[in-house]
């Protein structure tokens, strides 16, 4: 019977013997000692019942070794877990879109500095094909930079320089899937048997229905069903987005090494999270729906462990755009310490447009709390669509119909609801099924465009609240607030992609624009100004204060126009009040005394004493620290 320990004594003689005189071997072999009995028990999982499982992992462990090696002149070496110590701010961007290319990128660090972030998300920056790639998200060289954006090497100059002023670098790692012009997808295009067994190709539609029949369409205006035909080798290949994405085959043991090899490659660049993209997705088997299957949660936690050993520093933001019950289930140290959180960004727009927080409370029900050491990453717009992602039964206790919900929020959101304020678009709207996500900025779909259209001041005010109350809600949440690069400056819809052949059918190009650096030019009193500074305050504020660090509690305001909540750290806490619509809302001072312990509160915000009954001004926002006489 072979142990784990009898298995790790044979790698170590039978691999490892070259890397023994090496002087950071000892440390090496520390941490391979520490995780050996996880990456064992996970990769016995996923491969032990193949006659090549044993050499499979000593090939795996082989080249472990070899990217740990490269390592050592790395100053991040260890874990620093920076998102625990301090309260960071995040920021997401396209390098080509924020300014041009990598040196452009390099040129502006100290914008991301002054706006106080400490964490830059590049968007997909790695070579893909020319033409339509989804943004980025077909990958044909993990090793490579897009060319018109820089190179490898400029890549990881930044991280360095980054690091040098607090702020830490977060990249894509696409491992669902390739482009179809990646090496491995051409070799076995071209018919190589090793690479064939890279992806999911089968010889008759009869072969791919077997699975397709229970998997549901992610990409309906794409194709119908996941699978695509390659009429040069009179093949079907799984696509399970577009079909130039080729969906990687992790049941081979040959592509969870290579896929590795890709993420050591990139820790080693010196970036220090990867965005896990459309990770639910990455194991199949037939007769199930291809989505968080057990073994896709095995199979993180084996590159978790080979992280672990290799780049210790190295951490996991999980993408699962799933019902929320399963999007919870990604969030541990063993997995990933990081998460998106859709459920609350879709449940914040919903409480915008209905006025009533009861669903949004329902996203901080027990499922918000996870690990001590994990942080959920919030958001209020990103480069992706809004897709309705809250949970049916939650809606149902609240006596609503989950499906006429969705249906009624993309009306309003799209501006087709009679009193809407929105101006979003829809993205893959399917006439059938009248299912749809919506695309559009924050601003444009807080109201801004249509009011500036109006020329009604009042209306253009009450837009800029809507969007203070969305950008410092996300700045009053515990874990770790993402801002998409332009929402700082109240951008609006860009409608000029529908001139762009290449991007015309996909609606998400609205708000994927060039950064507006002239906007910085423009009078402090200039909607772009006026939340840059707003969001500048907040993030000034929230840097220093331990609360965010801490647990958070509801609080019953006794308004549904109102959401209320008390964040501790044990020693210090802080109450936060977001009224979600255009009343003014009454909170009685004694609700408050039972959360915060006395009857006198400072509003960190406004630096107003209070000491009686609160009128929450519409679409304000309250941090009322307690003072006590």
């Not at 830490?168 to 076995?188: G, M, P, Q, Y």
């Not at 109006?454 to 800029?464: I, N, R, Y």
Request: aromatic content about 12%.
């Amino acid at each position: 019977m072979w142990t784990d320990e009898k298995i790790l004594e044979k790698i170590k003689r039978d691999v490892l013997a070259a890397y023994k005189d090496s002087k950071i071997y000892p440390e090496f072999e520390k941490g391979l000692n520490a995780r050996f009995p996880s990456l064992w028990k996970n990769y016995f999982e996923l491969y032990g019942h193949r006659f090549d499982c044993l050499y499979q992992l000593e090939d795996l462990i082989r080249m472990v070794a070899e990217e740990y090696a490269k390592r050592a002149n790395l100053s991040h070496n260890e874990r620093t877990a920076w998102f625990e110590k301090k309260n960071p701010v995040a920021i997401m961007l396209y390098v080509d879109l924020f300014n041009k290319n990598l040196s452009g990128l390099e040129k502006k660090l100290d914008y991301f500095k002054d706006l106080g972030v400490t964490a830059v998300h590049l968007m997909p920056l790695f070579r893909s094909p020319e033409g339509d790639n989804d943004g980025g998200y077909a990958v044909s060289d993990y090793k490579q930079v897009q060319p018109d954006l820089g190179t490898m090497e400029q890549l990881s100059d930044i991280a360095g320089k980054m690091r040098k002023r607090g702020i830490h670098l977060i990249v894509d790692f696409i491992l669902n899937h390739t482009s179809d012009e990646h090496l491995w997808s051409r070799k076995a295009r071209t018919g190589y048997p090793d690479y064939r067994d890279y992806y999911y190709i089968f010889d008759t539609r009869e072969e791919a229905d077997e699975y397709d029949r229970t998997l549901r369409e992610i990409f309906p205006s794409v194709r119908k069903g996941s699978f695509t035909y390659l009429p040069e080798i009179e093949k079907w290949v799984w696509t399970t987005f577009n079909s130039f994405q080729w969906d990687l085959n992790y049941s081979n043991p040959a592509v969870f090494r290579d896929m590795s090899h890709q993420m050591l490659f990139l820790a080693n660049r010196g970036v220090d999270v990867l965005r896990l993209d459309a990770l639910a997705f990455t194991w199949k088997e037939k007769g199930t729906g291809c989505e968080n299957l057990p073994k896709a949660h095995t199979l993180i936690r084996l590159f978790k462990n080979v992280a672990a050993i290799a780049a210790p520093g190295l951490s996991f933001l999980s993408e699962a755009i799933v019902h929320p019950d399963d999007v919870v289930k990604y969030i541990s140290p063993e997995e990933c310490e990081l998460s998106y959180n859709p459920l609350q960004m879709a449940t914040t727009w919903e409480a915008l447009a209905t006025r009533n927080t009861s669903l949004l409370q329902k996203t901080f029900s027990p499922r918000f709390h996870i690990p001590e050491t994990c942080r959920w990453v919030n958001y209020i717009r990103c480069h992706d669509d809004i897709g309705w992602t809250f949970c049916d039964n939650d809606a149902a206790s609240l006596g609503i119909d989950g499906y006429g919900h969705r249906k009624f929020l993309n009306a309003f959101y799209t501006g087709r609801f009679e009193g809407s304020f929105a101006s979003g678009v829809p993205f893959q709207e399917n006439l059938e099924t009248g299912d749809a996500r919506i695309s559009g900025t924050l601003a444009s779909m807080a109201g801004l465009e249509k009011a500036l259209m109006s020329g009604d001041s009042d209306e253009v005010k009450m837009a800029l609240d809507r969007i203070r109350l969305l950008s410092g809600f996300l700045l009053s949440l515990p874990g770790i607030p993402l801002i998409y690069s332009g929402d700082e400056l109240a951008v609006l819809n860009d409608y000029s992609y529908l001139d762009n052949e290449e991007h015309r059918s996909d609606s998400r190009w609205i708000h994927r624009m060039p950064f507006p650096w002239d906007a910085l030019e423009q009078d402090k009193k200039s909607p772009a100004m006026q939340i840059l500074e707003y969001t500048k305050k907040m993030i000034r504020l929230r840097k220093d204060l331990s609360p965010f660090r801490g647990t958070m509690e509801l609080i019953d305001t006794g308004s549904t126009n109102l959401i209320g909540f008390r964040l501790t750290d044990g020693s210090s806490h802080l109450i936060i009040i977001a009224n979600f619509t255009e009343r003014p809302t009454p909170v009685r001072l004694n609700t408050l005394r039972l959360y915060g312990g006395s009857y006198y509160f400072e509003d960190l915000l406004s630096n107003e004493s209070l000491d009686s009954d609160i009128d929450v001004k519409p679409y304000g926002l309250l941090w009322l620290q307690e003072v006590f006489k």
